[in-house]
Nanobody, 114 residues
Framework: VQLQASGGGLVQPGGSLRLSCAASSLIFRRYSTAWYRQAPGKQRELVAVVSRDDSTNYADSVKGRFAISRDNAGKMVYLQMNIVRPEDTAVYYC?????????WGQGTLVTVSS
């Protein structure tokens, strides 16, 4: 199983960015999907989750600004990031998991700076 995250880059404060994560070689709909991030010098933290039943949950710091979504047929998970802030700067990781399997992508760097 491979997870390929993409879409990171440099964005100005207040701007938008969309991250994508492509999965291969699995029955995608059987997994919950999530985005995490790790800022320099900090622990990795959960950003957003979309479960198998399409329910979502967000960290308080991104509620109202970020939106997670998934495409089961295309085996993709997305993170739409709006009104970004400098404190959103981090490496973002996608994760697919269920009761006995856990997969992580390689990370994509998002830098929010003017």
């Amino acid at each position: 199983v491979q997870l390929q995250a993409s879409g990171g880059g440099l964005v100005q404060p207040g701007g938008s960015l969309r991250l994508s994560c492509a999965a291969s070689s699995l029955i995608f709909r059987r997994y919950s999907t999530a985005w995490y991030r790790q800022a320099p010098g900090k622990q990795r933290e959960l950003v957003a989750v979309v479960s198998r039943d399409d329910s979502t949950n967000y960290a308080d710091s991104v509620k109202g600004r970020f939106a997670i979504s998934r495409d089961n047929a295309g085996k993709m998970v997305y993170l739409q990031m709006n009104i970004v802030r400098p404190e959103d700067t981090a490496v973002y990781y996608c994760r697919l998991y269920n009761w006995d399997q856990d997969y992580w992508g390689q990370g994509t760097l998002v830098t929010v700076s003017s």
